[in-house]
């Protein structure tokens, strides 16, 4: 059935099974995301206090950028435990991702197990080990033989800077997988995402595959990477932990 949409105060959206944060500061054309949180952090903050008290079993969901740390800054900020405090995370750039091999391949995209990792913004990556086509390694596939990997993992983690050059900032893309995140999240569908969600092994907040349903993230998959992987994973837990330490 279609629902109602109509406007509320911030204590009626506290008491709301899933909060959705879109509210942020833009980003300029070339700007590094993480420029945005001195400006965000105060957006974030005004906003959690505006929603007390939160209903405590309520969901947070954030898109604003740099989601990792404003994603970290709301669970401090409002009180909830951790698994209820989400961002969208790498979800975005991992479906550019299996679109861009899906061109490549020949193969539908949604049968291209393949993820953007680590921070959304300039330190992600791609899970190249862990990929996997039709069960099989994705780098087996005959047409990735030979593919300069590290230009599409560049290509895919600065698309965003394009269609903010091209239109001022991105829109649609990133509405609907809002929307698929919160459909998950109201209907405790357990599906796994590459959401921004607190990775206890790491310490910190960053984009990992979980699985996430009406309590909020479920589980935490511990996603095996080579060498090469763990080492721009560690790039990118450093640098969201130096930026969250700054807001604690």
């Given at each position: 059935?279609?629902?109602?949409?109509?406007?509320?105060?911030?204590?009626?959206?506290?008491?709301?099974?899933?909060?959705?944060?879109?509210?942020?500061?833009?980003?300029?054309?070339?700007?590094?995301?993480?420029?945005?949180?001195?400006?965000?952090?105060?957006?974030?903050?005004?906003?959690?206090?505006?929603?007390?008290?939160?209903?405590?079993?309520?969901?947070?969901?954030?898109?604003?950028?740099?989601?990792?740390?404003?994603?970290?800054?709301?669970?401090?900020?409002?009180?909830?435990?951790?698994?209820?405090?989400?961002?969208?995370?790498?979800?975005?750039?991992?479906g550019?991702?299996?679109?861009?091999?899906?061109?490549?391949?020949?193969?539908?995209?949604?049968?291209?197990?393949?993820?953007?990792?680590?921070?959304?913004?300039?330190?992600?990556?791609?899970?190249?080990?862990?990929?996997?086509?039709?069960?099989?390694?994705?780098?087996?596939?005959?047409?990735l033989?030979?593919?300069?990997?590290?230009?599409?993992?560049?290509?895919?983690?600065?698309?965003?800077?394009?269609?903010i050059?091209?239109?001022?900032?991105?829109?649609?893309?990133?509405?609907?997988?809002?929307?698929?995140?919160?459909?998950?999240?109201?209907?405790?569908?357990?599906?796994?995402?590459?959401?921004?969600?607190?990775?206890?092994?790491?310490?910190?907040?960053?984009s990992w595959?979980?699985?996430?349903?009406?309590?909020?993230?479920?589980?935490?998959?511990?996603?095996?990477?080579?060498?090469?992987?763990?080492?721009?994973?560690e790039?990118?837990?450093?640098?969201?932990?130096?930026?969250?330490?700054?807001?604690?």
């Open positions: 059935m279609p629902g109602t949409c109509r406007q509320a105060s911030f204590q009626e959206a506290g008491q709301a099974d899933v909060i959705i944060i879109t509210a942020g500061a833009r980003q300029k054309p070339n700007e590094p995301r993480s420029n945005l949180i001195d400006r965000n952090y105060t957006i974030i903050k005004s906003i959690m206090d505006s929603l007390q008290p939160i209903k405590s079993t309520s969901k947070i969901l954030l898109i604003s950028n740099p989601v990792d740390v404003l994603t970290h800054i709301a669970q401090t900020t409002s009180g909830l435990p951790r698994a209820q405090v989400i961002g969208s995370g790498t979800y975005l750039d991992s550019r991702l299996r679109n861009a091999l899906s061109d490549i391949t020949g193969v539908s995209p949604t049968s291209i197990h393949a993820y953007m990792l680590g921070e959304h913004g300039d330190n992600q990556f791609t899970g190249w080990s862990s990929a996997r086509i039709g069960g099989l390694p994705l780098l087996d596939h005959p047409k033989k030979g593919m300069d990997l590290e230009s599409i993992n560049q290509k895919i983690a600065h698309k965003a800077y394009e269609i050059e091209a239109k001022g900032s991105t829109y649609y893309g990133i509405g609907m997988c809002a929307a698929i995140i919160a459909e998950a999240l109201l209907n405790n569908t357990s599906q796994v995402f590459p959401l921004t969600h607190y990775v206890e092994g790491l310490g910190c907040y960053m595959p979980a699985a996430i349903g009406s309590s909020g993230v479920e589980q935490s998959f511990d996603v095996k990477l080579d060498a090469a992987e763990t080492k721009k994973l790039v990118a837990v450093k640098a969201i932990k130096e930026v969250c330490a700054k807001y604690n």
